[in-house]
């Protein structure tokens, strides 16, 4: 059975402040860079044999950084599209619509839920059939949630329960018979 490592990028202007970003292509912070380059110590690339990697920027960065510069863009691993919440806050779209949270509403303009989870399940059908032991995805926060809920077959709404930090590594596996987290944030 195959091993899924997700690495979310490290910082950018724009994650520090806590504003979405989806298609916005920021580069990542000195901090950013910084936090890329330490995942050399505990991640070795001829571990993995299969080495995905979102379209966007800050991600790719993350991964030449952090040693993984042969990687394969996968259009799916994009961050959620947040449309016309792109570049604001939480707080800033609370003020819009009150209440709102990305689980149950989506995103004006951009994708709702269904749609997220639909892309990262074809991540995890392309990782599952690899056949390789470790695979390692570079992406986003909201989106990294996702895949990881498409690998446990949770509800998409169970995301909020798991954040994801810069830099951060995740693993996802099995645990006998379940699909499971082996290990989330280290």
Known sequence: MTDLYLVRHGETAWSKSGQ?????????????EDQARALTGRLNRADFGLVLCSPRQRAQDTARLAG???????????????????????????????????????????EDALEVRRRLTRVVDRVRS????????????HASRVLALAWLDFPIIFGQSFPVEVASVSVLGREKESWAVLRWNS
């Open 20 to 32: 979405h970003t989806s298609t916005t292509d920021l580069d990542l912070t000195a901090n950013g």
């Open 68 to 110: 993984f510069g042969d990687f394969e863009v996968e259009p799916n691993l994009a961050e959620w599209n947040y449309g016309d919440y792109e570049g604001l806050t939480s707080a800033q779209i609370r003020e819009r619509h009150p209440g709102w949270r990305i689980w149950f509403n989506g995103c004006p303009g951009g």
């Open 130 to 141: 690899s056949g390789v032991d470790k695979a390692i995805c570079f992406g986003h926060g």
